[in-house]
């Protein structure tokens, strides 16, 4: 953590257990603690008050997410979340209190689940959407995804002002979960999706953004009107363009 200036470091610490661990997103609550989530393959990942205290799979990736106070010096709460299967978090978002949403992909038939939307992996690899109101209680927990791969990037996930919580990536599946869509249906190759839940987990929409190409949404964000903006990459000659800077895609 750094100084507005970017001329002083206010705090930085190691993170970690014996083999690898990698962070991918990051969260600052209103009391300036911070929210981490990424992947372990350490059994030994340090825990704090933890929803699951124990790596699910010796051999695999599981999700890890950490909260640290203010200053830094301080591990709040640490923890894994995963089932038997590799499990990577992409995006963590902190929400009033003690609350938090969960967002990554993950390959576990047995994921934990809170009143799911989908309640048991489609196929390949799928994400999964958690909400925390606290460190140890799981609000709801859900796989998302069809019958093929599914795939989430670092910073894939927002909440809004609403307690509405959106995800975004890419889907090989025909059948990928939609609701109330943009666009229906796989336009071809790789579809970009967007995907929103309310705070309780219900359904608010669910959409394939894409063309005939290749199509991945990397980024989210909410604006102050609740409008959501998407942005990542296309090799789409007919990706759908609206108003557009750039009406044509050149190569």
Not at 144 to 152: D, H, P, Q, S, V
Not at 171 to 184: A, G, R
């Given at each position: 953590?750094?100084a507005?200036?970017?001329?002083?470091?206010?705090?930085?610490?190691?993170l970690?257990?014996t083999?690898?661990?990698?962070?991918?997103?990051?969260?600052?609550?209103?009391?300036?603690?911070t929210?981490?989530?990424?992947?372990?393959?350490?059994?030994?990942?340090?825990?704090?008050?933890?929803?699951q205290?124990?790596?699910?799979?010796?051999?695999?990736?599981?999700?890890?997410?950490?909260q640290?106070?203010?200053?830094?010096?301080?591990?709040?709460c640490?923890?894994?979340?995963?089932?038997?299967?590799?499990?990577?978090?992409y995006?963590?978002?902190?929400?009033?209190?003690?609350?938090?949403?969960?967002?990554?992909?993950?390959?576990?038939?047995?994921?934990?689940?809170?009143?799911?939307?989908?309640?048991?992996?489609?196929?390949?690899?799928?994400?999964?959407?958690?909400?925390?109101?606290?460190?140890?209680?799981?609000?709801?927990?859900?796989?998302?995804?069809?019958?093929?791969?599914?795939?989430?990037?670092?910073?894939?996930?927002?909440?809004?002002?609403?307690?509405?919580?959106?995800?975004?990536?890419?889907?090989?599946?025909?059948?990928?979960?939609?609701?109330?869509?943009y666009?229906?249906?796989?336009?071809?190759g790789?579809?970009?999706?967007?995907?929103?839940?309310?705070?309780?987990?219900?359904?608010l929409?669910?959409?394939?953004?894409?063309g005939?190409?290749?199509d991945?949404?990397?980024?989210?964000?909410?604006?102050?009107?609740?409008?959501?903006?998407?942005?990542?990459?296309?090799a789409?000659?007919?990706?759908?363009?609206?108003?557009?800077?750039?009406?044509?895609?050149?190569?």
């Amino acid at each position: 953590c750094c100084a507005s200036t970017g001329s002083r470091l206010l705090f930085s610490t190691y993170l970690g257990g014996t083999y690898y661990d990698a962070a991918h997103a990051l969260s600052v609550d209103s009391l300036g603690r911070t929210w981490l989530t990424g992947y372990t393959y350490s059994c030994d990942f340090p825990t704090v008050n933890p929803y699951q205290a124990t790596k699910s799979g010796v051999t695999d990736f599981t999700v890890f997410f950490s909260q640290l106070d203010s200053t830094g010096s301080v591990l709040l709460c640490s923890g894994f979340v995963g089932g038997q299967g590799n499990t990577v978090g992409y995006g963590i978002n902190a929400a009033p209190g003690d609350g938090f949403c969960l967002a990554g992909i993950t390959g576990a038939d047995d994921f934990p689940t809170a009143n799911p939307y989908q309640p048991s992996r489609g196929g390949g690899q799928d994400l999964f959407v958690c909400s925390f109101s606290s460190p140890t209680n799981l609000v709801f927990s859900t796989y998302l995804g069809g019958a093929g791969e599914e795939e989430a990037f670092p910073g894939c996930s927002r909440r809004g002002d609403d307690g509405a919580f959106f995800v975004v990536g890419d889907t090989l599946s025909s059948d990928f979960p939609t609701h109330d869509p943009y666009q229906p249906s796989r336009a071809g190759g790789e579809d970009a999706f967007v995907t929103a839940f309310a705070p309780g987990g219900d359904l608010l929409f669910s959409t394939y953004v894409g063309g005939a190409a290749q199509d991945v949404a990397c980024g989210v964000a909410v604006g102050t009107d609740g409008e959501v903006y998407l942005a990542g990459e296309t090799a789409s000659f007919n990706f759908p363009t609206l108003l557009a800077y750039q009406p044509s895609y050149i190569g």
